[in-house]
């Protein structure tokens, strides 16, 4: 079974450039997360979906940052434009819900973007 | 304010003793747990999840946490540190909310 997969592994831009960054999850699996990591420290959440439905985007910096799940499958994570503290590892994971909410996330490799 | 504290940002063991990894949490209930390891350019992984079942849970690799609900916490042991086992481990809780809180993270060690 393919696991998380998101491409590119690694991005280096400039600031005030714009990045995308993409997912696709685990098949089958209803819930999509993406997290930001920075050097040091453990993940923080920037968006949760269920299905295509963004139903916790409380933590996403909405001036630059944005998502989408059309299909409810796959996913992009784009910044525009990036300031050099965005500098992360940005990290996506997918879950399949279940009754009572005892999942388990599914992460992908990561993509570590380097602003400049 | 519901999170995580891992106590040591740092630990250090010798190859084939114990290692005690320690993770407590705030909450007025109790919330859904889990420990995931971050080995160097990998993916997190689960390593063991506490659901409100048995309290003491056994996960991969002879890891296994306690939770403790008196003491607020669910400490990841083994009882024999392998060089593999060197990697950056995550305290991990759900809220009732689905949200998802991570710990900052303990890097371990284990010299040879």
């Known amino acids: 079974e393919a696991g998380v997969v998101q491409s590119p592994r690694y991005k280096i831009i400039e600031k005030k450039q714009p990045v995308a960054f993409w997912c696709n999850p685990i098949s089958g699996h209803n819930t999509l997360y993406w997290y930001r990591q920075n050097l040091g420290q453990g993940p923080e959440l920037l968006i949760r979906y269920e299905n295509e439905e963004a139903v916790d985007d409380s933590q996403l910096p909405k001036d630059r940052f944005s998502a989408e799940r059309l299909k409810g499958v796959d996913s992009t994570l784009k910044i525009q434009p990036a300031e050099l503290g965005d500098s992360a590892v940005y990290l996506c994971a997918s879950s399949l819900e279940k009754a009572g909410g005892d999942y388990e996330q599914y992460f992908g490799p990561g993509t570590r973007l380097t602003v400049t | 304010a519901q999170s995580v504290t891992q106590l040591d940002s740092h630990v250090s063991v010798s190859e084939g003793t114990p290692v005690l990894l320690r993770c407590n949490y705030s909450?007025?209930?109790?919330?859904?747990l889990f420990w995931y390891v971050q080995h160097p350019n990998k993916g997190l992984q689960l390593l063991l999840k506490y659901t409100s079942a048995a309290t003491l849970v056994k996960g991969i690799n002879g890891f296994e946490a306690e939770f403790k609900k008196s003491e607020t916490s669910f400490h990841l042991t083994k009882p024999s540190a392998h060089m593999s086992d060197a990697a950056e481990y995550f305290c991990?809780?759900?809220?009732?909310?689905?949200?998802?809180?991570f710990g900052p993270g303990t890097s371990l060690s284990v010299i040879p």
């Open positions: 909450s007025s209930y109790s919330p859904s």
């Open positions: 991990v809780r759900k809220t009732s909310y689905d949200k998802v809180i």
